[in-house]
């Protein structure tokens, strides 16, 4: 129905940057929320941030400030800046794409995740 492609992340020292893209395509009538979660080994996955229609955003406490969210809605495109990196924003980071589909149902897409691993 919608895939999502990830890309970016990897390693990093504490201080650092980087910069996630995820891309959703397929059957796609509309998007309403994209967001990237997180989910560190042993914990549960949380929301990072999030941009919905109108470009209206939401941060997690931890990394407000220091991360931004912004799309690109020509591309179907969402994308994580995330400066001034943490040991503890070490993770495994999944996009995450809410859309109503060309069937006309609404749609809920994961991508594969991708693993950030920030060095102290």
């Known amino acids: 129905q919608v895939q999502l492609a990830e890309s970016g992340g990897g390693l990093a020292e504490a201080g650092g940057s980087l910069r996630l893209s995820c891309a959703a395509s397929?059957?796609?009538?509309?998007?309403?929320?994209m967001g990237w979660y997180r989910q560190a080994p042993g914990n549960q996955r949380e929301l990072v941030a999030c941009i919905i229609s109108g470009d209206n955003t939401n941060y997690a406490d931890s990394v407000k400030g220091r991360f931004t969210i912004s799309r690109d809605n020509a591309k179907n495109t969402v994308y994580l800046q995330m400066n001034s990196l943490k040991p503890e924003d070490t993770a495994v980071y999944y996009c995450?794409?809410?859309?109503?589909?060309?069937?006309?149902?609404?749609?809920?897409?994961w991508g594969q995740g991708t693993q950030i691993t920030v060095s102290s």
């Open positions: 397929g059957r796609i009538l509309s998007i309403n929320t």
């Open positions: 995450n794409v809410k859309s109503t589909t060309t069937y006309g149902y609404p749609f809920d897409a």
